[in-house]
T-cell receptor, first 110, second 114 residues
């Protein structure tokens, strides 16, 4: 069964800092990996989707990388802003329909 | 991408009652899903809502407890039956198209059972 782990569980940074969120998964036979943002009491917003054949995806200040062989993905946020404060979730898709989610990293930009 | 809405956004229900959650997508989608997010936990897939056939449930979830309908390619409902306090969670609807399998989520329904 796919296990997804996110480290750290919580992170507090000053505005303007660049930061990296980590996601690891146990089964490297993934179809894709997706990063989401969840604001308190709200649903999930899709940030980036990386297909298994890709190494990275970029959207604005966000860059996500994927290393299947080591079972890792990172989300890089450049020049963080208070509006980036949220919980960031990564989810790995293997065969079948289910996304396997990590527990998330709670980010606070002050 | 797809824009997904859910009703109700939140509800407080009594033990033993049932609640039906509606999910509407702004475009026709191939796949629709229902997830549960228990307090302090991550998301767990309940079932895949299949258009025109019975839903496919994940291990640990059964149709009698979580009946699902999907009458067309843009709409689905999830009913939480005979509720207990352990059912207090956020229930999220999601959708994806074949191809990229990127999933989009609704805003969720926050359910509290007293």
């Amino acid at each position: 069964k796919q296990e997804v782990t996110q480290i750290p569980a919580a992170l507090s940074v000053p505005e303007g800092e660049n930061l990296v969120l980590n996601c690891s998964f146990t089964d490297s036979a993934i179809y894709n990996l997706q990063w989401f943002r969840q604001d308190p009491g709200k649903g999930l917003t899709s940030l980036l989707l990386i297909q298994s054949s890709q190494r990275e995806q970029t959207s604005g200040r966000l860059n996500a990388s994927l290393d299947k062989s080591s079972g890792r993905s990172t989300l890089y946020i450049a020049a963080s802003q208070p509006g980036d404060s949220a919980t960031y979730l990564c989810a790995a898709k293997n065969s079948g329909y289910a996304l396997n989610f990590g527990k998330g990293t709670s980010l606070l930009v002050t | 991408s797809a824009v997904i809405s859910q009703k109700p956004s939140r509800d407080i229900c009594q033990r033993g009652t049932s609640l039906t959650i509606q999910c509407q997508v702004d475009s026709q989608v191939t796949m629709m899903f229902w997830y549960r997010q228990q307090p302090g936990q991550s998301l767990t897939l309940i079932a895949t809502a299949n258009q025109g056939s019975e839903a496919t449930y994940e291990s640990g979830f059964v149709i009698d407890k979580f009946p699902i309908s999907r009458p067309n390619l843009t709409f689905s409902t999830l009913t939480v039956s005979n509720m207990s306090p352990e059912d207090s969670s956020i229930y999220l609807c999601s959708a994806s198209q074949t191809g990229t399998y990127e999933q989009y989520f609704g805003p969720g329904t926050r359910l509290t059972v007293t």
